[in-house]
């Protein structure tokens, strides 16, 4: 048993909030958040440059890590500072699926990912999909693929994007998925700001014609690789809600010790004081949550689901408290677009409306726990 | 960062588990698991057993003849002996009073009551509550007052645990009435056998009697049980509340509490099928295992601190918040889990109390641990007074 960083990560971690306290202030990120790209393409190289999306593939994927605790220490410090860079959706999900199922010419895309001169979106919900991984109607059929993909995280900036498609069996079977890796410039798109940063699209198939040879991995049995990176994603924004909750727990502890009203400091009364405590323990839970998600991360698939799925939803809970607490106890200037905690705070309770809410991820810990 | 035990860890893990496989006789461990009450005979039993394999006094350097085990090997114990249903070693010699004489007492006293507390010779209680001195122990009131070579005390104790079997009890007693509470406190060693001393127990809302309250009437305590400095009793006892605080999230019972949740909710029917099939029952058995899940981390996180050197501070008031409400909320489930057969009533008080129980044998005990265990989020520094420890650790002083 130890709970210490390797000396590497240490260093990743120290690296990585040293440059985004310095490059990525609030007014930076506040500019960012209103320009039209909804990231910054200057960030998004520095932060190669730096090693942050090598430090997401291992070595044989032309990177230098890509483990659980590789994955929580850049996402937790990502999600610290309130990055909205689409690295989760590039790296985790594009870099993912690539380096497990990509043909070696697909492969050479993993390099310029790793360099941030690529970046790659999934296309995989739906509308009637809502959180189940393996609910998919749009068809691939003679060439073409028609329907209609929701929420595309990350696709509006994105170099390609792989697209989920069923070539055989019924809407919700795990057997007959595929995926096509398909430049964005061919794709029909209406695109949209994000509630809490970063961009999302709609993405309409009406028959658009992709060749056999896009399909990323063989025919029909991509659910079992998107199990795992779904698995990843979600310890990814896990570790990233954690880090803005340590943010808004931060932001509330200064701002108790520092506003007065009735001519003292309010951190001086007890009914604060108390929702501090509460807002600490459940912090410290969610970082255990994730510690557990990350750990269990390459273990057997069935212990690695019943971690990452306790994490989701502990994480969940924990973050709409901290957020809540956390406006709460400012008051009025927390209800401002502008101050720092509006946009962390909507940032890690947006979280849950990504890869499965508190309640669908308790309902998948149930059905884990009766197997 | 690995979350698995080392080889060395699971060495020892195994150890533990074959040695409570082996040792731990059968009708304890179920009359532990069936929530019964263990008799002095039966802790004295266990006691000894451990104490011939060497584990009884865990945290004692060996020097002392303890096992001195690190945090994680206690942690290691206290996971397997909470699975087995083993009874908890009562702590109040081996854990709260031995570390205190181990680091201020003196030789004479370590060399004379330490062995005592190995052998069982001597059961001790403490004798910290008063009836106006809970959360807010500095202000108590017991007086100690020096006459020659001894002490004459007055005063009044409240919720010992257990001071029914106890020959001995440590007190913290007021010996200097002129300074700061804080400051005119001493620890003194008392025979419960000397003149002047009641004990009378106290019935408590679940039926049970393990605690009582003891009256001290004009009694004479020789100066050689004074352990330390007079007036440093406070410092001397804060120092005990740090050691009270191992084990503090009680990880151990609450994964017992939970499989015994479960098990109870397989044998139940709601709607002719198992209760734990029932959507909402098994949404809030899912909610606490999962917050249970993490806080096993936190704890695991904090004995691996503690293993290293590292004190506990603000965590261990986490922990106890947290780790009181999660074994609350199991106690809530496992009485909720057996329905109707949760009402009958086997008080201690109530003659007749040992008859074969109503119902399941798994019902009879859980209304009344629901109850008894309300105690968890008010002992040992209430949760709010906790909540409190952690705010102004973290805001500091504000002006």
């Not at chain 1, 049995?221 to 979600?234: D, M, N, P, Q, R």
């Not at chain 1, 949550?289 to 994480?315: C, E, F, M, P, Q």
């Not at chain 2, 098994?282 to 704890?299: G, P, T, Y």
Request: proline share 3%.
């Amino acid at each position: 048993m130890n709970f210490e960083l390797t000396e590497e990560r240490q260093m990743l971690q120290d690296t990585l909030r040293r440059f985004l306290a310095d490059k990525y202030d609030v007014p930076t990120r506040n500019a960012i958040l209103e320009s039209e790209s909804g990231m910054s393409a200057k960030i998004w190289s520095q932060l190669a440059e730096l090693g942050i999306q090598g430090a997401l593939f291992d070595e044989a994927q032309g990177g230098f890590g890509g483990a659980g605790f590789d994955i929580a220490v850049v996402f937790e410090e990502l999600g610290r500072a309130g990055t909205v860079e689409p690295i989760l959706e590039t790296c985790i999900f594009g870099g993912g699926l690539i380096a497990a199922l990509g043909n070696e010419a697909q492969k050479g895309l993993l390099e310029s990912i790793i360099d941030g001169n690529t970046k790659i979106a999934l296309a995989h919900s739906e509308p009637r999909s809502r959180y189940d991984l393996s609910r998919v109607e749009t068809q691939y059929e003679d060439g073409k693929i028609k329907g209609h993909k929701s929420m595309a995280m990350g696709a509006p900036n994105a170099d390609f994007v792989i697209i989920s498609v069923r070539e055989s069996g019924g809407n919700d079977d795990q057997n007959g998925i595929s995926l096509f890796l398909v430049p964005a410039s061919d794709l029909d798109m209406r695109t949209t700001a994000v509630m809490g940063g970063g961009m999302a699209a709609d993405i309409y198939l009406d028959g658009l014609s992709v060749s056999d040879d896009k399909r990323l991995g063989p025919k029909g049995s991509a659910f079992l690789y998107l199990e795992t990176v779904f698995a990843k994603a979600i310890t990814a924004i896990c570790a990233q809600t954690l880090g803005g909750m340590e943010t808004a727990t931060k932001l509330t502890i200064d701002y108790l010790q520092t506003r007065k009203q009735f001519g003292k400091p309010i951190g001086t009364f007890q009914a604060l004081q108390h929702r501090l405590s509460d807002m600490l323990i459940e912090l410290e839970q969610a970082r255990s949550a994730v510690i557990g998600a990350a750990g269990y991360l390459d273990a057997d698939t069935h212990l690695r689901d019943r971690y990452v799925s306790a994490a989701k939803n502990l994480v969940g809970r924990a973050a709409r408290l901290i957020a809540e607490e956390a406006i709460q106890m400012h008051g009025g200037i927390a209800m401002t677009q502008e101050y720092e905690l509006a946009h962390i705070a909507k940032r890690v309770v947006m979280a849950d409306h990504m890869f499965g809410d508190t309640d669908h991820h308790l309902e998948r810990f149930i059905a884990l726990s009766a197997v | 960062m690995d979350l698995s035990y080392t080889d060395e860890e699971s060495a020892f893990q195994s150890e533990v588990r074959n040695f409570l496989a082996e040792k731990l006789p059968k009708q304890m461990s179920e009359k532990v698991r069936l929530g019964g009450d263990l008799t002095k005979a039966d802790m004295d039993e266990w006691h000894s057993i451990l104490n011939d394999k060497g584990w009884l006094a865990q945290n004692w350097p060996k020097a002392f003849g303890g096992a001195e085990w690190d945090a994680v090997q206690r942690h290691i114990y206290e996971e397997e002996a909470a699975l087995a249903n083993a009874p908890r070693i009562v702590p109040f010699g081996l854990s709260m009073l031995a570390p205190v004489l181990q680091k201020f007492g003196s030789k004479e006293q370590c060399d004379h009551w330490l062995p005592r507390i190995l052998s069982g010779e001597d059961w001790w209680c403490q004798g910290y509550s008063e009836p106006g001195a809970g959360s807010d122990l500095a202000s108590l009131k017991t007086r100690a007052v020096r006459e020659g070579d001894h002490y004459t005390v007055n005063g009044q104790k409240t919720w010992t645990t257990l001071g029914q079997h106890a020959n001995m009890i440590f007190c913290l007693v007021r010996t200097d009435v002129d300074v700061k509470q804080q400051e005119g406190i001493s620890f003194l060693l008392i025979d419960m056998d000397t003149p002047g001393i009641e004990v009378r127990p106290i019935v408590l809302l679940d039926g049970g009697a393990e605690v009582n309250e003891v009256w001290f009437t004009d009694v004479k305590v020789p100066v050689a049980n004074l352990v330390g400095e007079e007036n440093k009793g406070w410092t001397y006892a804060k120092y005990l509340l740090t050691h009270e605080r191992t084990n503090i999230a009680g990880v151990g019972f609450s994964n017992a509490g939970l499989q015994a949740v479960k098990r109870i909710a397989k044998s139940e029917l709601s709607a002719g099928k198992p209760l734990i099939e029932n959507p909402h029952f098994a949404a809030r058995i899912a909610q606490v295992e999962i917050d249970l899940m993490a806080m096993s981390l936190s704890n695991l996180r904090i004995v691996s601190q503690a293993a290293k050197g590292g004190a506990p501070g603000l965590e261990a008031s986490m922990l106890k918040v947290k780790g009181s409400i999660i074994r609350q909320e199991i106690n809530d489930l496992a009485r909720r889990a057996v329905g109707p057969y949760a009402l009958p009533f086997a008080s201690e008080a109530i003659e007749g109390a040992n008859e074969a129980p109503f119902g399941p044998e798994y019902a009879a005990p859980v209304a009344a641990e629901y109850f008894n265990n309300r105690k968890l989020s008010i002992f040992g520094g209430s949760n709010e007074v906790q909540r409190q420890i952690i705010a102004k650790t973290t805001l500091g002083a504000m002006r």
